[in-house]
């Protein structure tokens, strides 16, 4: 891995405007950024639309390949790929969650998920596309199995978070899920029996020196022994599991808090996503994207284990919903603003 | 809604007269806080002003960090209209303020029996474009807005 130091920029490549209301969510298509396959991502909007981005090859900018509209009634505000790229998994807050195809171009809704009460915050598929989950502010968390022909059936609806669910991701390697709440805790799902059995395994809450405030996102490394939380209470929170008790399959070992990364944010940190990298962006409602990277350099006990890389101040004009790092070859990271606007950024060594 | 009044006798003041701002603040994307006092209570014909749920301490602006701070006494400590007059104060204001400025709205310290979830529910703001979402709620947030009645 990559030693990185202070020496590094941010660049602004392209802002890409079109959403005619505030950009809440973006996700890059997994299967693109590589082989000559061109990147695209999807982004969800106030607008009640989704709208699919492709970079141009030969140009390098993005344009616009679509605009899915007339389904959602309300603002859609997540949107997911399926593992392979094919499908498009969108909640809204008109309480379903609509899957899409990519049909020779077009896409089409091929299946319209309902159940929830109300609003669906968000929506995540599982390593293997084989399971959905959504969660919303009924405060549940609904668990579909993906079946031939597009069909799905809900094979559970966790109740156990107090308040609305913000997020829901499942872990990159195991079905396990994870889901993070307006109840200021995070929750851990798992299928107990043969047959969805899906209970709560474990809860990331005050107690546990857990956030205490509403945690609005999450996101693990790629070996999925870490992750990063992040809240209203201004603070990102580092948690970790005995990988050898993970990887052994049999039992699940229990998740607990390493670090806490406070004092560097002044607004809600809506966003946080970890790059394959190791690097950690943030995205929040002081319009600044931040990036951090672990502390080789502090080998001393009681040293910070993460630092600041550097800090993108004006970002955006407004506050930003989401930032995600690229699949694929490059290192790009795309941020959605509550000023309608994208912006795609390249992490530059200088 | 429901049937009864939340606070059938409330206390009624008489309007303040408004001193005319003289200097002008910040040219024409100024704001005029004032206006927020005309915004009428959800169930009675009077103003925010009039019910002293808003007076000018109510108002901080940080023009420089594009920051906005207000402060509302709901007039009674289990109001449960404060939800609603808060989403009616971060309506009108949003129209009135350059778009970019960021609004925090909070009853004031130990007005209401609820405050900490009742800020927490004003200062989420996907919790407040859901609920200016919801048709009926929407509904009644421009009743107060918008009536004539005064």
């Known amino acids: 891995m990559e030693n990185f130091n202070e020496g590094c920029e941010l660049k602004e490549f392209q802002t890409l405007e079109g959403h005619s209301d505030r950009v809440w969510s973006l996700a890059w298509n997994p299967a693109t950024g590589h082989s000559g396959i061109p990147y695209v991502f999807a982004s969800c909007s106030g607008d009640k639309t989704v709208r699919i981005w492709e970079q141009n090859l030969s140009t390098g900018l993005w344009g616009c390949k679509a605009v899915l509209d007339e389904t959602h009634t309300r603002t859609v505000r997540s949107c997911a790929w399926s593992p392979s790229g094919k499908l498009l998994a969108t909640a809204s807050f008109d309480a379903t969650t609509a899957i899409w195809e990519n049909v020779g171009g077009d896409f089409e809704c091929v299946s319209t998920l309902e159940g929830h009460e109300n609003e669906v915050k968000s929506v995540s598929w599982n390593a293997s596309g084989s399971l959905l989950a959504t969660c919303g502010r009924d405060k549940s968390v609904w668990i579909w199995e993906v079946q031939p022909g597009n069909e799905f059936e809900c094979v559970s609806v966790l109740q156990g978070h107090t308040q609305d669910v913000k997020m829901v991701q499942w872990h990159p390697t195991m079905d396990i899920l994870f889901s993070c709440s307006y109840d200021n805790s995070i929750k851990v799902w798992a299928d107990e029996g043969d047959s969805d059995d899906w209970q709560c395994i474990q809860t990331l809450g005050e107690s546990n020196n857990g956030h205490t405030s509403t945690v609005w996102a999450l996101s693990f490394n790629t070996s999925g022994d870490k992750m990063f939380t992040c809240s209203d209470d201004l603070t990102l929170k580092l948690w970790e599991t005995d990988s050898r008790r993970m990887q052994s399959g049999n039992e699940f070992a229990p998740w607990r808090h390493l670090c806490t990364l406070t004092g560097y944010h002044d607004r809600t940190i809506f966003s946080v996503h970890w790059s394959r990298e190791g690097i950690i962006a943030s995205g929040a409602a002081d319009d600044c994207i931040r990036l951090f990277v672990e502390n080789n350099e502090s080998l001393v006990d009681g040293g910070p284990l993460y630092k600041l890389l550097l800090k993108k101040e004006k970002a955006h004009n407004m506050d930003i919903n989401s930032v995600q790092w690229s699949p694929g070859e490059k290192r790009l990271l795309a941020s959605a603003s509550d000023d309608g606007t994208i912006k795609v950024w390249e992490l530059l060594s200088l | ?150």
Do not use: W
């Open chain 2, 1 to 150: 809604m429901t049937l009864g009044l939340i606070n059938a006798n409330p206390v009624v003041h008489a309007k303040k007269e408004r001193v005319a701002r003289t200097e002008d603040l910040h040219a024409d994307d100024a704001v005029d806080p004032l206006e927020i006092y005309d915004i009428l209570d959800p169930e009675h014909p009077y103003s925010l002003e009039q019910l002293s749920v808003l007076s000018e301490e109510s108002i901080t602006v940080d023009d420089k960090m594009g920051r906005i701070l207000i402060t509302f006494t709901p007039t009674i400590q289990h109001c449960s209209m404060a939800t609603v007059i808060g989403l009616c104060l971060r309506v009108k204001l949003k129209h009135f303020f350059p778009p970019h400025y960021k609004v925090d709205i909070k009853v004031s310290p130990g007005s209401h029996a609820d405050e900490e979830s009742v800020n927490k529910q004003l200062n989420d703001k996907e919790r407040v474009a859901a609920a200016l979402e919801n048709p009926n709620l929407r509904q009644l947030v421009d009743e107060c807005l918008y009536s004539n009645e005064l």
